[in-house]
């Protein structure tokens, strides 16, 4: 059974889609992995479909799902049956489809920017993650790699009860050049720092799934 990883945040532009992305692209490269999209916007679809233009069916290597109101669980549910992992990009405003898949999570993931603000509106989504009972992992995004910035975001999260992964991810174009072309940093610039950040993030989540992945 795969295992899931639900990215969910309130604030639209924290990096939900950027994150699913760019770990399905690094998981892809040994796991068999699905993507499932159920925010309205679309966005994940559009960058499989570019994807699937991009290379040939066989490798783009990723799974594509979309679902919305009641056959969501079951699509959960037939993904989980034939993949390793299945990553969850959720729309932005925690109604049912966002609690559903919070709920199907084995690890919720959190993308936030480092200020104060974007910090502070984590919480209703973290609030989610706990009334279901499921384990969240705030995940750093646009970090710079120090300053007071910085410091500030890791005092705010050492204050909260949710921690962050440490891993993180810098401010960096490659993210959104690769993804124009349908791919993940790892594969568009493997030998980047941004692959680096991709990769490390990749393995702290192996890690914490245990021997499942
Ligand atoms: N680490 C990053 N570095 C640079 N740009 C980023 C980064 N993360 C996200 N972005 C950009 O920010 C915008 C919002 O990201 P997106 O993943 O679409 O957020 P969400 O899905 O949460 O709305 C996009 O233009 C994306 O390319
Ligand atoms: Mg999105």
Redesign the pocket.
């Known amino acids: 059974m795969a295992v899931i990883l639900t990215v969910a ?1 309130q ?11 760019q770990l399905a692209a690094a998981f892809a490269a040994g796991r068999r992995v699905a993507v499932l999209d159920i ?1 309205p ?1 679309r ?1 994940l679809a559009r960058w499989h479909a570019r994807r699937q233009q991009a290379l040939d069916a066989a490798a783009a290597g990723i799974t594509f799902a979309e679902a919305a109101g009641w056959r969501l669980a079951g699509e959960i549910d037939r993904l989980k049956a034939g993949h390793d992992i299945v990553l969850i ?1 959720s729309p ?1 405003h925690a109604e049912t489809e966002a609690r559903l898949a919070v709920r199907a999570a084995d690890l919720v993931l959190v ?1 936030v920017q480092p200020s104060p603000l974007d910090l502070w509106a984590t919480q209703p989504t973290l609030d989610l993650a706990r009334a279901e009972k499921r384990a969240a992992r705030l995940v750093l ?3 710079p790699a120090r300053g007071r910035l910085a410091d500030l975001a890791r005092d705010e999260i050492a204050r909260g009860t949710d921690p962050a992964l440490a891993a993180t ?8 050049a690769a ?1 124009a072309e349908g791919l993940g940093v790892t594969e568009a610039e493997p030998r980047s720092l ?1 692959a680096e950040e991709v990769r490390a993030l990749a393995e702290e989540i192996r890690q914490l799934a245990g021997n499942r992945l």
């Open positions: 945040q604030k639209g532009g924290a990096g939900k889609t950027t994150l699913v992305a925010d916007q966005s990009d932005p993308p995004n646009r970090m991810l810098g401010n960096r174009t490659a993210f959104a993804m941004a």
